[in-house]
């Protein structure tokens, strides 16, 4: 499946982005979908996760109450609605699919494919 990540931009902190990622070439709702993130001289970090169905999410500790995923199947679409952004929150954000049918997963190492990054810059 190939991905692709948009609407990384420059905010100020407090502000919202939205990111997309747009999926093709597979059965979207064949896979869980996630975000991570990478900070420049940091390790790729999770930040959330979603069910094949969309009926279970899971988020990192730093962005629970902050960030929002969802996904639409019909779209072949996961989006990731961030809020109250920090300059901490600043990073190279991917979406990855994982082909796995039971509870989102965390581990970078377990999805199968990963778009290309779209970057956030959270301004202090």
């Known amino acids: 499946v190939q991905l692709q990540a948009s609407g990384g931009g420059l905010v100020q902190t407090g502000g919202s982005l939205r990111l997309s990622c747009a999926a093709s070439g597979r059965t979207f709702s064949n896979y869980a979908m996630g975000w991570f993130r990478q900070a420049p001289g940091k390790e790729r970090e999770f930040v959330a996760a979603i069910s094949r169905s969309g009926g279970t999410k899971y988020y990192g500790d730093s962005v629970k109450g902050r960030f929002t995923i969802s996904r639409d199947n019909a779209k072949a679409t996961v989006i990731l609605q961030m809020n109250s952004l920090k300059p901490e929150d600043t990073a190279v954000y991917y979406c990855?699919?994982?082909?796995?049918?039971?509870?989102?997963?965390?581990?970078?190492?377990?999805?199968?494919?990963w778009g290309q990054g779209t970057e956030v810059t959270v301004s202090s």
């Open positions: 990855a699919a994982d082909n796995w049918l039971g509870y989102p997963r965390s581990g970078d190492y377990e999805y199968d494919y």
